[in-house]
Nanobody, 123 residues
Framework: QVQLVESGGGSVQAGGSLRLACVAS??????MGWFRQVPGKEREGVAA?????????TYADSVKGRFTISKDNAKNTLYLQMNSLKPEDTAMYYC?????????????????WGQGTQVTVSS
């Protein structure tokens, strides 16, 4: 069983930065990902990181060059560094774990989810 707890959300102005963190407990040998959701819209994948030695990553086109996903295995913590934030990045952000170890941004592949942390970017 994997438990995930996110933190680091908040309100910032456009162009600002935030760093989200997700502390994982339980079995943590998973692909991990960040997702976001706006009310009335489907949850979308933002970034994901593999559990291999290279830490292979994948990003949604909308965040490439602005967001960076990383892991600190010693702390069982997943991060999402978000720079150059835009109002359209406003959403509830969730971290998730995929025990099938498929590096994907499809929410359907992820079995374990945190409760989410709100990010609000004002113009």
């Amino acid at each position: 069983q994997v438990q995930l707890v996110e933190s680091g959300g908040g309100s910032v102005q456009a162009g600002g930065s935030l760093r989200l963190a997700c502390v994982a407990s339980g079995y943590t040998q998973n692909v991990m990902g960040w997702f976001r959701q706006v009310p009335g819209k489907e949850r979308e994948g933002v970034a994901a990181i593999d559990d291999d030695d290279d830490g292979t990553t994948t990003y949604a086109d909308s965040v490439k060059g602005r967001f960076t996903i990383s892991k600190d295995n010693a702390k069982n913590t997943l991060y999402l560094q978000m720079n150059s934030l835009k109002p359209e990045d406003t959403a509830m952000y969730y971290c998730a774990a995929d025990p099938a170890a498929i590096l994907t941004l499809s929410p359907d592949e992820y079995n374990y989810w945190g409760q989410g942390t709100q990010v609000t970017v004002s113009s």
